[in-house]
């Protein structure tokens, strides 16, 4: 899972150059990216990345008390009954989708803008659909412990928008990412996991039951899912919201800071959680608690590595942006924009990635009211938060709130996890935390000395330039991350770099 999310984030990142080199940081990638706000709902009122949390857990009792063919009933009974639904707001948001974007973009200033966010939101909503249904069918392939096939996934979705984009953008513009969005959906998420998931003995009927248990029950776990509010889903809405009211490029650069600072979450936040989950649903079934605690810890302190890596980000911001965005219509105020964006960003990476593991324990126990409502609270509490920022430091200011919401949220709701499941070592966790801030600021303080000496030399204005400085700042980084994490000694690093190497760390 760590190799295909770190290719679907290489991947991603190649699809957002491909994007910034036809449409650079300007008012046409922003209705693109305002497209996506109607299907991101969508996609959240039918709970469809929560699929395998809620749906996993009711479908394992069914192995385990080997009534394999029920489990196929209840699997068709909610695919059926929940694609109706689907189908059903998907036309009604096609037709509504001027008013809607309206509603959700109100600084929308340009007409252009708005025409163009209202064309391609009803290109993409369809895929939705396609999410769905994929979603169900991974489900199953987890389910068995099956990740290959559900990995290639995000690969073919992205491989499928670069291909749109490349083929189409000279003729649609923009409009060719959003047809490819379509096709990677059909292709990536739905085809190919049906096919996956009958390789696992997947059987679907066209059978409905809107009174079995089982429909309830996962309505039940489902319902405050789609009620609650979560970290991510309140970050991607809230940073093209506030956008609309900032200078025409704002939502554009706030999106590809994004995609840059969640290729590290990703890497490291959402491989972890994605695998972790089927086990840490089977210690719930089995009540073993202490388990869970201890696989949370250790996993949430492999997780604060995160922070020492973003310090190294933070230093070459203006480097990394230049290499990977600056060329077509990329030019260097879209670099200087973006770039002071992704600072801010990175601030708040590791409570990305920590919030994908502490929020699975609660999903392990069939606990989604609790981070629901939690998730929902805090997002109404981060809104002065975004507004503060806004009025005070613009762009820059909604990126500060993203970062200090999601750093706030998670550490409030693993001490309510601690609180709740008598997690006694989880004081040990909140000391490495520290540890590891204060370990970031030092290699932050020490690598900037030594950007600040090669710009001396070296113009950061040109790509080989800006590859040579991220070369050598990045060497004196390993350098140091190897040496400290060796020398003081913080035995997280050599155990992390040893488990990457297949070897058994030495007791």
Excluded at 328 to 352: H, W
């Amino acid at each position: 899972m760590m190799a295909s999310v770190f290719l679907s984030r290489i991947i991603g990142l190649l699809r957002e150059m491909v994007i910034a080199y036809v449409g650079g940081a300007g008012p046409e990638v922003d209705a693109y990216q305002i497209a996506f706000v109607i299907p991101e709902i969508l996609n959240h009122i039918l709970a469809t990345g929560f699929l395998s949390i809620t749906f996993i857990p009711i479908f394992s009792n069914y192995l385990a008390a080997d009534r394999e063919d029920e489990g196929w009933n209840v699997l068709s009974i909610i695919h059926n009954t929940f694609g109706v639904a689907l189908l059903v707001f998907i036309t009604g948001a096609v037709i509504c989708a001027p008013w809607l974007v309206d509603l959700l973009a109100p600084g929308i200033g340009d007409p252009a803008v708005r025409a163009g966010a209202v064309r391609m939101t009803r290109i993409i909503i369809p895929a939705q659909f396609f999410f769905f249904s994929g979603g169900l069918f991974m489900a199953v392939q987890f389910a068995r412990e099956k990740f290959l096939i559900p990995a290639l996934a995000p690969l073919i979705y992205n491989l499928c928008i670069i291909t749109g984009g490349i083929c189409l953008g000279s003729w649609l513009g923009m409009e060719g990412f959003s047809w490819g969005v379509l096709a990677g959906a059909f292709i990536g998420n739905f085809a190919l996991q049906y096919w996956g998931g009958a390789r696992c003995g997947m059987h679907l009927s066209a059978r409905f039951d809107p009174r079995h248990k089982e429909l309830k029950k996962y309505v039940w776990l489902t319902l405050p899912l789609i009620l609650g509010l979560t970290m991510t889903f309140s970050t991607e809405i809230f940073f093209k919201f506030f956008g609309s009211y900032l200078p025409s490029g704002s939502i554009a650069g706030l999106n590809y800071g994004m995609r840059i600072m969640m290729m590290m979450v990703g890497l490291f936040g959402q491989a972890v959680g994605v695998a972790s989950f089927p086990f840490m649903a089977r210690l719930a079934a089995q009540n073993k608690i202490i388990e869970m605690n201890r696989l949370l810890n250790t996993t949430l302190r492999y997780l604060a590595l995160v922070i020492p890596f973003s310090a190294l980000l933070i230093v070459l911001r203006h480097e990394v942006v230049l290499l990977i965005f600056q060329r077509g219509q990329f030019d260097e105020a879209a670099t200087g924009l973006t770039s002071g964006i992704l600072g801010y960003l990175m601030i708040g990476a590791f409570g990305f990635a920590a919030q994908t593991v502490v929020v699975r324990g609660f999903y392990a126990l069939q606990n989604t009211l609790l981070p629901a409502v939690f998730g929902t609270l805090s997002v109404g509490l981060s809104i002065p938060i975004y507004i503060y920022g806004m009025k005070m430091m613009g762009v820059a200011g909604v990126a500060l709130a993203i970062s200090l919401s999601a750093v706030l949220q998670v550490f409030v709701l693993y001490g309510i996890w601690n609180y709740r499941s008598r997690n006694f070592q989880s004081r040990e966790v909140f000391l490495f935390y520290i540890k590891m801030l204060l370990f970031g600021l030092l290699l932050w303080f020490v690598l900037k000395g030594v950007r600040h000496m090669l710009l001396i030399g070296i113009d950061a204005n040109t790509f080989t330039g800006c590859l040579v400085i991220s070369m050598i700042t990045a060497t004196v980084f390993a350098i140091l991350f190897l040496a400290l994490g060796y020398g003081l000694p913080i035995k997280e690093i050599p155990e992390f770099i040893n488990r990457l190497m297949r070897q058994k760390p030495k007791e």
